[in-house]
């Protein structure tokens, strides 16, 4: 199994509706994060989450809402999908300090 | 506020000829500095990093990069490119004081490496 898992792989959802991405790790990191990918743009980060209670809006958090319901797992939210939030969103995860993060595989959403 | 730029968002080199991709940054602390690769359709893969150590850094696959304080730049070379090289390539830099978003990265728009037989 990934050590980060990202479902679903794939979404196609319409103008309006709420969406939930999910995200859980097999790391045992208390750190997690949303990233959004957009050609040209580079990664953005949406939210993050240094453990369960401690949530934080990242640059980039407006029509996004996140949860972290236990160590492993943070799932993001669309509470009304419009079309520009048609993006490949990427979770990740990470130990305190410099190590670097661990990516999902990602989840290309596109909103029609 | 820390950024990164990535001097050339596509890079087109023949196999077997030298990779260089840039990338300067911007930082008012002592930064951690990283190099990610992104394969078609998948996540992002660490290639290497540089955390205050030596300024010469030595990742996977054959790519290094030196951190150079004087020219805020973090350039990913490697010597001899290969077909399996072709990727998007981005760098990304950290904060090496604490603080809230300590440890959150910012990345670069990211350097297409394509790579001609």
């Known amino acids: 199994d990934a050590d980060v898992t990202q479902t679903p792989r794939n979404r196609i959802t319409k103008t309006g509706k709420r969406i939930m991405l999910e995200c859980s790790q097999t790391k045992g990191h208390d750190r997690m994060y949303w990233y959004r990918q957009d050609p040209g743009l580079g990664l953005r980060l949406i939210y993050y989450?240094?453990?369960?209670?401690?949530?934080n809006k990242g640059e980039i958090s407006d029509g996004y809402s996140v949860s972290r319901q236990a160590q492993a797992k943070f799932s993001l939210s669309l509470e009304s999908a419009i079309p520009n939030q048609t993006a490949l969103y990427f979770c990740?995860?990470?130990?305190?300090?410099?190590?670097?993060?661990?990516f999902g595989s990602g989840t290309r959403l596109t909103v029609v | 506020a820390q950024s990164v730029t990535q001097l050339g968002s596509h890079v087109s080199v023949s196999e077997g000829a030298l990779v260089l991709l840039r990338c300067n940054y911007s930082?008012?602390?002592?930064?951690?500095l990283f190099w990610y690769v992104q394969y078609p359709n998948q996540g992002l893969q660490l290639l290497l990093k540089y955390t205050s150590a030596a300024t010469l850094v030595k990742g996977i696959n054959g790519f290094e990069a030196e951190f150079k304080k004087s020219e805020t730049s973090f350039h990913l070379t490697k010597p001899s490119a290969h077909m399996s090289d072709a990727a998007e390539y981005f760098c990304?830099?950290?904060?090496?004081?604490?603080?809230?978003?300590?440890?959150?990265?910012?990345f670069g728009k990211g350097t297409k490496l394509s790579v001609k037989p």
């Open positions: 990304a830099v950290s904060e090496s004081t604490g603080g809230g978003s300590q440890g959150n990265l910012i």
């Open positions: 990740a995860t990470s130990e305190p300090g410099p190590r670097g993060y661990t």
């Open positions: 930082s008012s602390v002592p930064p951690y």
């Open positions: 989450s240094f453990d369960v209670k401690d949530i």
